[in-house]
């Protein structure tokens, strides 16, 4: 009986998030992540699958989608880039990396909310 008190507290300190994972990247090209920290996007298409993280996305992120919910993103995403959101309750802060035309922000999911930061330099 002594391993769960000792299962709890291992609980309690890795956090309510998702379990960071190894990207994996599907047949449809796009590079899943999981899990809260920072994670490159290096021009590939982007899927964030996880639930409860921080997470914040490094550029150029030219297509990101995220399916999972009640994520806090902070995105740097590519001229013309496209943001996609699946998932419901995320929160998508995200910043133009470069001059140009502005991405394309959708939303499909329930009580997602876009949050536009102006970028400090091209």
Known sequence: MRSIPVLLVAALL?????PTRPPVVTSDGFV???????????????SFDGYHNDVRLRGPCTSVRVVGGHND????????????????????????IQAGAP????????????????????
Not at 14 to 18: A, K, L, V
Not at 76 to 85: D, E, N, S, Y
Not at 103 to 122: C, I, K, M, R
């Open 103 to 122: 991405p394309t922000l959708s939303d499909q999911g329930v009580g997602n909310t876009f949050h536009h930061e102006l970028a400090e330099t091209y």
């Open 32 to 46: 899943h992540y999981t899990g809260s920290g920072t994670f490159d996007c290096a021009g590939r298409p982007v």
């Open 14 to 18: 890795t956090g309510c998030g998702t």
């Open 73 to 96: 993103l902070d995105i740097a995403v590519a001229p013309a880039g496209t943001i996609q959101l699946v998932g419901s309750h995320n929160d998508v802060t995200w910043r133009q």
